[in-house]
């Protein structure tokens, strides 16, 4: 059973910075990208940042700049550091890893960008 667990929400005020990182249970070369979504209240999940082993990561526009993904296979953990913080930034923030046609999932955390 795959599992993907996700830690380094919080309430960080404008302008400030988290890392968020995502443990997976096995080695994360097994997929074939990895990324993090978001889900704001009243909207639809959306694709944050993504990266494979194969191609240079891709950012929504949103975030360009500021967010950067990235992984670290000897621990099989993958990361999103979050600077310059946004209140537009607040959402869950959800890991996911596909696997062949298989899309997972981790619980979520929360990130509020809030003063």
């Known amino acids: 059973q795959v599992q993907l667990v996700e830690s380094g929400g919080g309430l960080v005020q404008p302008g400030g910075s988290l890392r968020l990182s995502c443990a997976a249970s096995g080695s994360i070369l097994s997929f074939n990208a990895m990324g993090w979504f978001r889900q704001a209240p009243g909207k639809q999940r959306e694709l944050v940042a993504r990266i494979t082993s194969v191609s240079s990561p891709n950012y929504r526009d949103s975030v360009k700049g500021r967010f950067t993904i990235s992984r670290d296979n000897a621990k099989n953990t993958v990361y999103l550091q979050m600077n310059s913080l946004k209140p537009a930034d607040t959402a869950v923030y959800y890991c996911?890893?596909?696997?062949?046609?298989?899309?997972?999932w981790g619980q979520g955390t929360q990130v509020t960008v809030s003063s």
């Open positions: 996911n890893g596909d696997r062949s046609d298989i899309r997972y």
